[in-house]
């Protein structure tokens, strides 16, 4: 089982960045699919989820109608489409894959930070 994040970098608060999970050795298309986020000194907080069909999406209060949380199955990869970045939006960012109740995955994260 893999989970590979890119697309972070250094970006001017306002900008966008689009950030990709793409995964491997599973059932991709089962899997809950979410972003988390943790920036230094924080707990680990979950940014956007989508279900397995991609029916259904929900958001943190603090990202709601600048982030957009998307899933392509046929290629096993999530998106998370960021817009109108905020220095608060730096922190790393994680892959979540989840098939309740037994199967919880993680990547190994990728770096965002907003600052100009």
């Known amino acids: 089982v893999q989970l590979v994040e890119s697309g972070g970098g250094l970006v001017q608060p306002g900008g966008s960045l689009r950030l990709l999970c793409t995964a491997s050795?599973?059932?991709?298309?089962?899997?809950?699919m979410s972003w988390y986020r943790q920036a230094p000194g924080k707990e680990r907080e979950l940014v956007a989820t989508v279900t397995g069909a991609g029916g259904s999406t929900g958001y943190a209060d603090s990202v709601k109608g600048r982030f957009t949380i998307s899933r392509d199955n046929d290629k096993s990869s999530a998106y998370l489409q960021m817009n109108s970045l905020k220095p608060e939006d730096t922190a790393e960012y994680y892959c979540?894959?989840?098939?309740?109740?037994?199967?919880?995955?993680w990547g190994q994260g990728t770096q965002v930070t907003v600052s100009s």
């Open positions: 979540n894959a989840r098939l309740w109740p037994a199967y919880d995955y």
């Open positions: 050795g599973f059932t991709f298309s089962r899997y809950r």
